[in-house]
């Protein structure tokens, strides 16, 4: 168990370590280069941290991607449940926010808005969701049920690390909601897979126009995509095979 967490942190520290100095190098080029901070030079920035990430983690085989416990036969509906649950938790997400913090979302649109060019889409879109994935459901997640950890709390504490990744206060509540959700798929499944389908899509669709809808709209959403969600939920707890445990033994967890 030491072993196990020992590596764990090892990895995760690797994780940060690769995804921070392109970012610092970044930062100081724009200070040498314009002397205050270019967002296209961070695009790149981050988009070389992750890319990084996804290859160095992958290559080595530091986390594996495998479709786990998911049948062969269930890839595909997989993928379109994964599609759904992105979809739902989006909407779920928007209106909670345009009905009861309208402020602090328009704060975070003005911040999606900086995600442009093939760098901001590629980072933002693609690479940062894998990357994400790999190093808070893969490294962190995976490492903690391998110590025997609770998988209550193992999950509970890759969706906080996951939320102090994101800005404060509704990005960090609802980062750790998400975290949760794509955490416990994680378990379920013993598959990164679902989780980088469903970060992909969600970051994918933020983009997504809602300044005209009206509250009654945002209510018959909100009810709808919450149905949606727990009929994905539902699905993923229904198809795939439960385990008390992780299983260490078939080495397709990650």
């Not at 072993?3 to 392109?22: A, Q, S």
């Not at 200070?31 to 967002?39: G, H, P, R, T």
């Not at 693609?126 to 209550?152: D, S």
């Amino acid at each position: 168990m030491k072993k196990e967490l020992w590596r764990t942190i090892k990895l995760f520290l690797l994780w940060w370590l690769l995804f921070l100095v392109p970012l610092i190098v970044g930062i100081v080029i724009c200070l040498i280069v314009s002397k205050q901070i270019d967002f296209g030079i961070l695009d790149w920035s981050m988009l070389t941290g992750n890319l990084l990430i996804v290859v160095v983690f992958l290559s080595k085989r530091y986390v594996k991607l495998s479709f786990g416990r998911i049948e062969r036969r269930m890839v595909w509906p997989m993928v379109g449940m994964s599609v759904l649950i992105a979809t739902a938790y989006l909407f779920v997400e928007e209106s909670v926010g345009q009905l009861f913090f309208p402020e602090i979302l328009q704060e975070m649109a003005e911040d999606n808005s900086t995600i442009s060019g093939i760098s901001g889409i590629l980072y933002g879109c693609i690479f940062g969701p894998a990357a994400e994935e790999i190093g808070f459901r893969g490294v962190l997640l995976g490492g903690l049920l391998k110590t025997r950890c609770r998988p209550w709390l193992a999950i509970l504490i890759s969706a906080i690390a996951f939320g102090l990744l994101h800005k404060f206060p509704l990005a960090f509540f609802g980062s750790i909601i998400f975290g949760i959700i794509v955490g416990w798929l994680y378990w379920r499944t013993g598959s990164i897979i679902p989780g980088i389908i469903i970060h992909i899509v969600n970051n994918s669709l933020t983009a997504i126009d809602t300044t005209g809808w009206n509250n009654t709209t945002f209510i018959i959403i909100l009810v709808v995509s919450l149905l949606l969600l727990a009929f994905g939920l539902w699905w993923f707890g229904k198809k795939c095979k439960f385990a008390d445990e992780f299983d260490k033994t078939k080495n397709n967890s990650l």
